[in-house]
């Protein structure tokens, strides 16, 4: 019969430990790995349908822009041939041209969306509810009816806009069919179509600032004035980037307001101020399914895809410099 000692048995389990350390880290990384697998196993569906639905498509419209496609179907190789009359197209830069200047316009609606939110913030304010279905009526409504209504109210024989100016005296333009005023009247129904959404967005963000803030620079003797400079617009600037970046996209993809506003093919090309309103949208429909050139429209796409890219590369960097976090 041997006897173990009390610095034997602590001997032994020291000796012990070493053996048993590999056991547990490979039980631990067995655990990790079945943890992994749950994860990408959550994760595949939405990841199965982002390729199908989106990283697929991107790669074929690639393809396809380097390709040139007859009438009845089947395509050719072109390599950049696509992007080389792309780049030496004035219609296509026209198109690029008016794609910019309505984005330009379209974020005028920003600053007047963080008046109207400011101005419906106030506290005491009644029928705030009716005021908010009241702007964000047009968001809710068909683009077609938007733009059949406001092509009606921009017409130069019997709209109303011309009849009200008629009666204070001014002789309205064809506002749509005038090449000096045809961007800007879109630029307006697409700032009325979008006012709405970004004013929900907005009023939402001033109710989530808390009011501690206020109550300090009231303390301070600062007035309503002040407290919108000095506390509500910096707090208020990540939202304000969020609806920057929403509007951009949205405005560099218009096409249908275009669409029924102006039409396409032969008819759009009646409209004297039709160079002024196709859009890049607007320009690949037309190469696509009117002429059927859908190699070039490929490149089109692929194109307005890079700018949309980019222009959201430079925003993302530049909100750096005036975008506060609380």
């Known amino acids: 019969m041997t006897l173990t000692t009390g610095s034997d048995a602590v001997r032994d389990r020291r000796d012990a430990t070493p053996e048993g350390e590999p056991r547990r880290a490979c ?3 067995r655990g990790r790995a079945i943890e992994a697998l749950w994860g990408y196993a959550f994760i ?8 199908v639905f989106y990283l ?3 790669l074929q419209t690639a393809y396809f822009s380097m390709t040139e496609w007859g009438f009845f179907g089947g395509h050719t190789w072109t390599g950049f041939d696509n992007y080389t009359r792309l780049l030496h197209d004035p219609e296509a830069g026209q198109a690029l041209v008016n794609t910019l200047g ?14 109207f939110a400011a101005l419906l913030n106030q506290e005491g304010l009644r029928g705030v509810g009716v005021y908010r279905t009241l702007f964000f009526l047009p968001v809710v409504t068909m683009p077609v009816a938007v733009a059949m209504v406001w092509r009606w109210l921009y017409n130069g024989d019997y709209g109303l806009i011309n009849h009200v100016l ?4 001014v002789d309205g333009p064809s506002w749509v069919a005038d090449p000096a005023t045809a961007l800007y009247a879109l630029a307006a129904v697409g700032i009325w179509s979008g006012l709405g959404y970004n004013l929900i967005i907005f009023l939402a963000g001033m109710q989530a600032i808390p009011r501690e803030y206020y109550e300090a620079a009231q303390i301070d003797g600062a007035g309503r004035i002040t407290q919108f400079f000095r506390v509500t617009l910096p707090l208020l600037s990540p939202t304000a980037f ?6 951009v996209i949205g405005s560099l993809q218009l096409f249908d307001l275009v669409y029924a506003m102006a039409g396409s093919g032969l008819t759009a090309r009646a409209n004297p101020a ?15 399914f ?4 859908r190699g070039y429209a490929a490149a089109i796409v692929v194109m307005l895809f890079l700018l949309i890219l980019a222009m959201t590369a430079v925003q993302f960097r530049l909100q750096r410099r005036w975008v506060h976090h609380a």
């Not at 309505?102 to 008046?115: E, R």
């Not at 008629?166 to 005296?169: P, R």
């Not at 009117?290 to 050139?293: I, L, R, Y």
């Open 44 to 51: 595949a569906p939405t990841g199965i349908g982002l390729a």
């Open 102 to 115: 309505y984005t330009a316009l379209g974020l005028v609606a920003i600053p007047l969306a963080v008046v």
């Open 290 to 293: 009117v002429t059927n050139d």
């Open 274 to 288: 039709f160079p002024r309103l196709q859009t890049v949208v607007h320009l690949f429909y037309d190469r696509a």
């Open 166 to 169: 008629s009666l204070a005296g």
């Open 27 to 29: 039980g631990r990384g």
């Open 242 to 247: 969020f609806v920057s970046v929403i509007s």
């Open 56 to 58: 697929w498509p991107i």
